[in-house]
């Protein structure tokens, strides 16, 4: 009889540790959503945009290395969203306009 106890126990017991592990989960990657809508612009006068020759629209972009339909949000240094601003690798602890370009723009596999 107390072997079915100790098993209901354990039972018991990796439910409740599944339950907190998916939960630390979902917890710990809230922060980083919330952070990236909280990251500054990049902005015309940022030295690294400079170099990359970064543009808030890539249909405004005169520079000849840029490919119609490429911009931020099929780029794979791109984290963010479709629209709107999001991270890039390019320019840590700031976001970029998923409508940008900048010379590195790298297409996203597949």
Same mark, same amino acid.
């Given at each position: 009889?107390?072997?079915?106890?100790?098993?209901?126990?354990?039972?018991?017991?990796?439910?409740?540790?599944?339950?907190?592990?998916?939960?630390?989960?979902?917890?710990?990657?809230?922060?980083?959503?919330?952070?990236?809508?909280?990251?500054?612009?990049?902005?015309?006068?940022?030295?690294?945009? @400079?170099?990359?020759?970064?543009?808030?629209?890539?249909?405004?972009?005169?520079?000849?290395?840029?490919?119609?339909?490429?911009? /931020?949000?099929? /780029?794979?240094?791109?984290?963010?969203?479709?629209?709107?601003?999001?991270?890039?690798?390019?320019?840590?602890? @700031?976001?970029?306009?998923?409508?940008?370009?900048?010379?590195?723009?790298?297409? @996203?596999?597949?």
């Amino acid at each position: 009889m107390s072997n079915e106890k100790d098993l209901e126990s354990r039972r018991r017991f990796l439910k409740v540790a599944a339950g907190t592990t998916a939960a630390a989960a979902v917890l710990g990657g809230l922060p980083r959503f919330a952070r990236a809508a909280d990251l500054p612009h990049v902005t015309d006068a940022d030295p690294t945009a @400079k170099a990359l020759g970064y543009v808030e629209d890539a249909s405004k972009t005169t520079n000849p290395k840029h490919k119609a339909g490429a911009n /931020c949000s099929n /780029c794979q240094f791109y984290s963010g969203g479709p629209s709107g601003y999001g991270p890039c690798a390019l320019f840590p602890g @700031k976001s970029v306009n998923a409508k940008g370009w900048c010379v590195s723009h790298s297409p @996203k596999a597949g």
